[in-house]
């Protein structure tokens, strides 16, 4: 009968270099993915810190072909939560609390989890050489992105090397566990068959979530043809083949063992005691991919990739904690995962909130605005205070006529086009006015005919009046524009080519031209040529203009200003400044 032996020694010992390692693998991993769900000003500095300190991180990206698989991502943000790489790092965190308590003698997890940086920081390595070698990776551009390059090429280089290191440092004083009384070649005891599905169901998932992004994006030729051949899912399926291949060649060339066999503290060994070089691990490899090779585990012995390569997987003696401790993990981790997932959602939900609120401050400050402004050139657009949801279909429309220091006189009518601008009303106003009713509004009502507060608008703690006599219901104050002009809003920006930004302007009203843009903040380069039409754009009704500038630096702050015309040559100037994607606009002058 086997009986394991189990030597409770003092292994390996502390090490001062696997400690500081580990130490920094754990405080830059878990920065680097934390980060993501903390919102922060974008800062110029502090934007730059985050990416260089992402650079340094060991930055595993797992996943499968997909960016998003495993992944919260915060478009707005231009952030990502990788969850499987938030496991690994707090799976070395643990270790690292074992590795501490032990003594030195608990180094599974360690082991386990490094063994995926470095594969996976080796396969970086290889696409960052392939692309520096014929994708013109180091080509100029701003000194930033520049030192960010060699830092990830510098950074990728050194966890290759340093979870290589730590990895044979923590094995090599690990021996064989025997059988009592067996001095022969056979007295090594077998991993248990439980221990050998796990190995395989374990290792399977880690093969494609640490190489499947690597070979689709340079093997993707040579997958080409069996696509041609045999559809995607054929290029899919030989694409996982190459996976599990380069997985298992190279932990089993440099380590003789994987990550699910360090995790339970198993070693593959040549039958008699053999060396075991290359082309036994290329073949015991091969052998993997036969069809139902899996299978040939169910009977007695080893399984035939075993076989034909004359090889056996052995335990290690354990000088650590109990394995079924590590059954604690998997909860562990999936509590995490939860948390995780709860908390980037509620900071979404927070920033969609967050975001929707400036929103609405900035019409609200709109209509104040404008009703200190207020002339003939303007409509107010009224809704229902009960209304939820501010519909366009059901809102009623107020031209200014005259006023006076306390009312206001004009028209009121209400317009079933659902994608309405100031331009549309302003034509439908002048061939429809002696049809549309008049009506006297005192100045205080108008201005007690909106909700300053964000929270109270959307609780329906609303103001309001009584619009016109024959509604008998209270409606408030939901837009305000200028027309009888050119009617200019801010849409979108978008990055570019990493050093060019499009700003897109919108323009409701009359037909207008850009005649002058100046750069205030920032080294922003004009590409338009000045001066440049409006043109039409369809989609919403309306004109539309590109400000299209280069030598654009992500989070560096820019402001610039811009003067149009409308047709009688009215001028107005508008400012604008933001970070990346985020900014605004806002009128500073008008000339008539």
């Known amino acids: 009968m086997l009986k394991y032996k189990h030597t409770f020694k003092k292994g390996v010992g502390m090490n001062k270099k696997i400690t500081i390692i580990t130490f920094f693998a754990v405080v830059l991993g878990l920065f680097a993915q934390l980060i993501t769900v903390v919102s922060y000003t974008p800062n110029l500095f502090l934007a730059k810190l985050v990416k260089v300190v992402q650079a340094l991180s060991p930055d595993l990206k797992l996943s499968f072909i997909s960016d998003s698989l495993f992944s919260f991502i915060d478009y707005e943000a231009n952030s990502v939560l990788n969850y499987m790489d938030l496991s690994i790092y707090v799976v070395i965190l643990f270790g690292y609390v074992l590795y501490l308590r032990s003594r030195g003698e608990e180094i599974r997890l360690l082991r386990f989890a490094f063994s995926i940086i470095f594969l996976t920081k080796f396969l970086s390595f290889l696409a960052i050489i392939i692309s520096i070698v014929f994708l013109g990776w180091f080509e100029p551009g701003d000194s930033f992105t520049l030192i960010l390059k060699i830092t990830l090429f510098v950074a990728n280089?050194?966890?290759?090397?340093?979870?290589?290191?730590?990895?044979?440092?923590?094995?090599?004083?690990?021996?064989?566990?025997?059988?009592?009384?067996?001095?022969?070649?056979?007295?090594?005891?077998?991993?248990?068959?439980?221990?050998?599905?796990?190995?395989?169901?374990?290792?399977?998932?880690?093969?494609?979530?640490?190489?499947?992004?690597?070979?689709?994006?340079?093997?993707?030729?040579?997958?080409?043809?069996?696509?041609?051949?045999f559809g995607y899912q054929g290029e899919l399926l030989f694409a996982v083949l190459i996976?599990?291949?380069?997985?298992?060649?190279?932990?089993?060339?440099?380590?003789?063992?994987?990550?699910?066999?360090?995790?339970?503290?198993?070693?593959?060994?040549?039958?008699?005691?053999?060396?075991?070089?290359?082309?036994?691990?290329?073949?015991?490899?091969?052998?993997?991919?036969?069809?139902?090779?899996?299978?040939?585990?169910?009977?007695?012995?080893?399984?035939?990739?075993?076989?034909?390569?004359?090889?056996?997987?052995?335990?290690?003696?354990?000088?650590?904690?109990?394995?079924?401790?590590?059954l604690w993990v998997v909860p562990i981790l999936g509590v995490m995962g939860l948390l995780s997932y709860v908390g980037?959602?509620?900071?979404?939900?927070?920033?969609?909130?967050?975001?929707?609120?400036?929103?609405?401050?900035?019409?609200?400050?709109?209509?104040?605005?404008?009703?200190?402004?207020?002339?003939?050139?303007?409509?107010?657009?009224?809704?229902?205070?009960s209304d939820e949801y501010v519909d366009l279909s059901k809102s009623y429309f107020l031209k200014v006529d005259s006023l006076t220091r306390d009312?206001?006189?004009?028209?009121?009518?209400?317009?079933?086009?659902?994608?309405?601008?100031?331009?549309?009303?302003?034509?439908?106003?002048?061939?429809?006015?002696?049809?549309?009713?008049?009506?006297?509004?005192?100045?205080?009502?108008?201005?007690?005919?909106?909700?300053?507060?964000?929270?109270?608008?959307?609780?329906?703690?609303?103001?309001?009046?009584?619009?016109?006599?024959?509604?008998?219901r209270e409606y408030f104050i939901s837009g305000a524009f200028r027309a009888y002009g050119m009617n200019l809003a801010l849409l979108y920006a978008i990055e570019r080519s990493g050093d060019e930004i499009v700003i897109h302007i919108a323009n409701y009203g009359w037909p207008a031209k850009v005649i002058s843009i100046q750069t205030i903040k920032g080294d922003l380069i004009w590409l338009n040529e000045l001066p440049e039409e409006i043109n039409e754009l369809h989609h919403r009704d309306s004109k539309k203009i590109r400000l299209r500038a280069e030598n654009f630096e992500s989070y560096k702050p820019y402001k610039f200003n811009f003067t149009a015309s409308d047709t009688l040559g009215r001028l107005e100037q508008f400012e604008l400044q933001g970070v990346n994607e985020e900014l605004s606009m806002k009128l500073v002058s008008k000339e008539n």
């Open 157 to 229: 280089a050194f966890w290759v090397w340093a979870s290589f290191y730590l990895i044979k440092r923590l094995s090599q004083n690990l021996r064989l566990l025997a059988n009592d009384g067996f001095t022969d070649a056979s007295k090594y005891v077998d991993s248990p068959k439980y221990q050998r599905l796990f190995h395989h169901v374990l290792d399977v998932f880690l093969s494609i979530i640490m190489c499947s992004t690597f070979v689709f994006y340079f093997v993707r030729i040579f997958l080409a043809p069996i696509g041609f051949l």
């Open 344 to 385: 980037y959602e509620i900071k979404s939900d927070y920033n969609y909130k967050l975001r929707k609120k400036n929103d609405y401050n900035e019409k609200v400050e709109n209509i104040r605005k404008s009703l200190e402004d207020l002339d003939v050139d303007y409509f107010l657009r009224f809704n229902e205070v």
């Open 407 to 472: 009312d206001v006189f004009g028209r009121y009518f209400r317009h079933e086009h659902t994608s309405l601008n100031a331009y549309q009303l302003e034509k439908y106003y002048e061939k429809n006015k002696d049809m549309i009713p008049s009506i006297r509004i005192s100045r205080e009502d108008l201005n007690n005919a909106y909700t300053e507060d964000y929270e109270d608008y959307m609780s329906m703690e609303r103001s309001g009046f009584e619009f016109a006599p024959e509604m008998n």
């Open 243 to 326: 996976c599990r291949l380069t997985y298992y060649v190279s932990f089993e060339c440099v380590f003789k063992s994987s990550p699910a066999k360090f995790l339970t503290g198993s070693r593959v060994i040549a039958i008699g005691d053999k060396g075991i070089g290359f082309k036994t691990i290329a073949l015991r490899s091969a052998a993997r991919l036969v069809p139902l090779e899996a299978l040939s585990y169910l009977g007695a012995g080893n399984g035939w990739h075993d076989k034909w390569a004359e090889t056996r997987v052995v335990k290690e003696e354990n000088c650590g904690v109990s394995g079924f401790k590590y």
